[in-house]
């Protein structure tokens, strides 16, 4: 236990007063079928990462609440909400006008954005992330969530004209795919989990909703405004832990959708639950080992400075994270100088401080994860460069910035979700791409350089490997308009403003022969209002 981790950890007394929690939330609701309904069961105590220190000198994790440990009563029982609000897709929410739900997720948008400063928190002292971190996670949900209402506007309107082809006469809308069985991960809980949860709404279905088991109790503040804005059984919580209440709503054959930010080998498992595989959209962000190729001719202080916020922001816990660093022999030294300098000058402390840039970690259990994953490369001949690397006191851990990392060793492969920073060397080009094309992993990657023929020539077959190469600059998931998707087990679907509304809906048609009478019956049908989905209309 480091003694100057030790001491970071204030005393329950020494937390500013404006950063507390003004009493443990011990949540016992839940949104089922329109009614929140009480919970009188099991609960789980809900641990803080953040530790305080106690009179004899220890720490431990501070008790910020509870939430619900429900079972499989309760997950047939949202289900069966869900079900019922889609009823074989002549539900009230799917067969509203699109113009009916924006305005249902503009009024829950701004029940939302009350509890701004309770979310907030909660994000920052059940996960750890830095308050300035969590409000920003925070208001670019809420942009997110305008940037889809615009794109659903847009998407609503090109749909709003009838096709003529070959002698027939058609309109062609996208339309819900039926219930959706939504979970996302800890590590950005609130914007990642809405990055699906919010497109399967807005394009008519209904939803379970389980969240992460980091980053639970956060979702309270929002429960009353999942009830009011939307009507009884689109959006349903679940409090089970997965492993009892998913397989179990997956094998039920009653869910049409799977959206899950997780791992490969989770949603591998879940996807075989249902008995028609065929049946089942799948919408995944998995796992990804993201790398940067550092050129010769790069420019150092840049790639310095892009790889330190690639790899640590948020402990480096992002699946968009930088987390093998590929850097040209000859300038490994300076790089592995520099880098080690610049994670040396990174702020620790608590999530609360200004300027805070590692925090702790969710609990001990990852850190435990970090220190076998250091010492596995240390007995195969890596060697931590920086000073005070990989030291830890409970759930603070210090960045270790480790070297020569080889093929055999965790780091090499296996994603490791925290503030391990794994370089390798290479001196032929071909290395580096070749970690990149056998790598079970295709999410994206960066390159540094300064040589346009060089880039170029590196640009063609890495696009066939990994969806997005970042040029001198970190890998991430912005702007939410750019596609945000990933090949081999890194993920299955597209996700943006626009590709995620398309990922949660299929297109649908009305065609008739474009006869006199056909023209005439179809006028009536828009002029008259008689079709929610056949009609002309258009939405500022």
């Given at each position: 236990?480091?003694?100057?981790?030790?001491?970071?950890?204030?005393?329950?007394?020494?937390?500013?007063?404006?950063?507390?929690?003004?009493?443990?939330?011990?949540?016992?609701?839940?949104?089922?079928?329109?009614?929140?309904?009480?919970?009188?069961?099991?609960?789980?105590?809900?641990?803080?990462?953040?530790?305080?220190?106690?009179?004899?000198?220890?720490?431990?994790?501070?008790?910020?609440?509870?939430?619900?440990?429900?079972?499989?009563?309760?997950?047939?029982?949202?289900?069966?909400?869900?079900?019922?609000?889609?009823?074989?897709?002549?539900?009230?929410?799917?067969?509203?006008?699109?113009?009916?739900?924006?305005?249902?997720?503009?009024?829950?948008?701004?029940?939302?954005?009350?509890?701004?400063?309770?979310?907030?928190?909660?994000?920052?002292?059940?996960?750890?992330?830095?308050?300035?971190?969590?409000?920003?996670?925070?208001?670019?949900?809420?942009?997110?969530?305008?940037?889809?209402?615009?794109?659903?506007?847009?998407?609503?309107?090109?749909?709003?004209?009838?096709?003529?082809?070959?002698?027939?006469?058609?309109?062609?809308?996208?339309?819900?795919?039926?219930?959706?069985?939504?979970?996302?991960?800890?590590?950005?809980?609130?914007?990642?989990?809405?990055?699906?949860?919010?497109?399967?709404?807005?394009?008519?279905?209904?939803?379970?909703?389980?969240?992460?088991?980091?980053?639970?109790?956060?979702?309270?503040?929002?429960?009353?405004?999942?009830?009011?804005?939307?009507?009884?059984?689109?959006?349903?919580?679940?409090?089970?832990?997965?492993?009892?209440?998913?397989?179990?709503?997956?094998?039920?054959?009653?869910?049409?959708?799977?959206?899950?930010?997780?791992?490969?080998?989770?949603?591998?498992?879940?996807?075989?639950?249902?008995?028609?595989?065929?049946?089942?959209?799948?919408?995944?962000?998995?796992?990804?080992?993201?790398?940067?190729?550092?050129?010769?001719?790069?420019?150092?202080?840049?790639?310095?400075?892009?790889?330190?916020?690639?790899?640590?922001?948020?402990?480096?816990?992002?699946?968009?994270?930088?987390?093998?660093?590929?850097?040209?022999?000859?300038?490994?030294?300076?790089?592995?100088?520099?880098?080690?300098?610049?994670?040396?000058?990174?702020?620790?402390?608590?999530?609360?401080?200004?300027?805070?840039?590692?925090?702790?970690?969710?609990?001990?259990?990852?850190?435990?994860?970090?220190?076998?994953?250091?010492?596995?490369?240390?007995?195969?001949?890596?060697?931590?460069?920086?000073?005070?690397?990989?030291?830890?006191?409970?759930?603070?851990?210090?960045?270790?910035?480790?070297?020569?990392?080889?093929?055999?060793?965790?780091?090499?492969?296996?994603?490791?979700?925290?503030?391990?920073?794994?370089?390798?060397?290479?001196?032929?080009?071909?290395?580096?791409?070749?970690?990149?094309?056998?790598?079970e992993h295709g999410q994206q990657v960066s390159l540094f350089g300064s040589d346009p023929a060089?880039?170029?020539?590196?640009?063609?077959?890495?696009?066939?490997?990994?969806?997005?190469?970042?040029?001198?600059?970190?890998?991430?998931?912005?702007?939410?308009?750019?596609?945000?998707?990933?090949?081999?087990?890194?993920?299955?679907?597209?996700?943006?403003?626009?590709?995620?509304?398309?990922?949660?809906?299929?297109?649908?048609?009305?065609?008739?022969?474009?006869?006199?009478?056909?023209?005439?019956?179809?006028?009536a049908i828009v002029e008259e209002h008689h079709s929610r989905f056949v009609h002309t209309g258009?939405?500022?």
């Amino acid at each position: 236990m480091d003694p100057t981790l030790q001491a970071l950890f204030p005393g329950a007394d020494r937390i500013p007063e404006a950063h507390r929690l003004p009493a443990p939330i011990h949540q016992r609701e839940s949104v089922v079928g329109g009614e929140l309904v009480p919970w009188r069961g099991e609960c789980r105590t809900v641990l803080s990462p953040v530790c305080v220190r106690q009179a004899d000198g220890r720490v431990a994790q501070l008790e910020i609440g509870s939430v619900p440990v429900m079972g499989v009563e309760e997950s047939d029982q949202a289900l069966a909400a869900a079900v019922r609000a889609w009823d074989h897709g002549r539900g009230e929410w799917p067969t509203m006008s699109t113009a009916q739900r924006i305005a249902c997720m503009q009024d829950f948008v701004r029940r939302m954005a009350a509890q701004r400063d309770t979310v907030v928190r909660l994000i920052m002292w059940e996960i750890g992330k830095s308050l300035a971190d969590s409000r920003k996670e925070f208001d670019r949900t809420l942009e997110y969530i305008e940037a889809t209402l615009a794109a659903l506007k847009n998407l609503d309107n090109d749909s709003s004209r009838f096709a003529q082809a070959e002698g027939f006469i058609g309109q062609i809308r996208r339309t819900p795919l039926g219930v959706v069985l939504c979970m996302g991960p800890y590590n950005y809980p609130l914007n990642e989990t809405f990055a699906t949860l919010i497109p399967a709404l807005l394009m008519g279905n209904t939803v379970v909703f389980k969240p992460p088991q980091y980053g639970t109790l956060l979702f309270a503040p929002l429960l009353e405004a999942f009830r009011s804005a939307f009507p009884p059984g689109v959006v349903n919580t679940l409090y089970a832990p997965g492993a009892v209440a998913v397989p179990r709503l997956l094998a039920s054959g009653q869910v049409n959708v799977l959206a899950l930010i997780g791992s490969s080998k989770v949603a591998d498992h879940l996807k075989k639950q249902h008995p028609r595989s065929h049946r089942l959209r799948a919408v995944l962000g998995l796992d990804a080992k993201n790398a940067a190729i550092v050129l010769p001719d790069a420019d150092l202080d840049l790639a310095v400075r892009e790889c330190v916020a690639g790899a640590l922001s948020f402990n480096g816990q992002r699946c968009t994270a930088l987390k093998m660093l590929l850097v040209h022999r000859s300038i490994v030294q300076p790089f592995l100088q520099r880098l080690s300098a610049a994670i040396d000058a990174l702020k620790i402390g608590m999530p609360w401080e200004d300027g805070v840039q590692i925090t702790p970690l969710p609990g001990p259990h990852r850190t435990a994860y970090m220190d076998e994953a250091l010492r596995d490369a240390r007995d195969k001949g890596a060697r931590v460069i920086n000073a005070g690397g990989g030291e830890s006191c409970a759930t603070l851990y210090r960045p270790a910035l480790v070297y020569p990392v080889r093929e055999g060793m965790k780091l090499y492969r296996e994603e490791q979700f925290g503030p391990l920073v794994p370089v390798a060397d290479f001196e032929d080009i071909e290395e580096a791409l070749q970690y990149v094309v056998t790598s079970e992993h295709g999410q994206q990657v960066s390159l540094f350089g300064s040589d346009p023929a060089r880039l170029g020539a590196l640009i063609d077959p890495l696009v066939n490997q990994v969806c997005r190469v970042n040029l001198n600059s970190q890998c991430q998931r912005g702007p939410d308009v750019f596609p945000f998707a990933g090949r081999k087990d890194s993920a299955e679907g597209t996700l943006s403003v626009s590709d995620a509304l398309r990922a949660f809906s299929i297109r649908s048609m009305v065609a008739a022969r474009q006869t006199e009478a056909n023209k005439q019956l179809l006028n009536a049908i828009v002029e008259e209002h008689h079709s929610r989905f056949v009609h002309t209309g258009f939405i500022f």
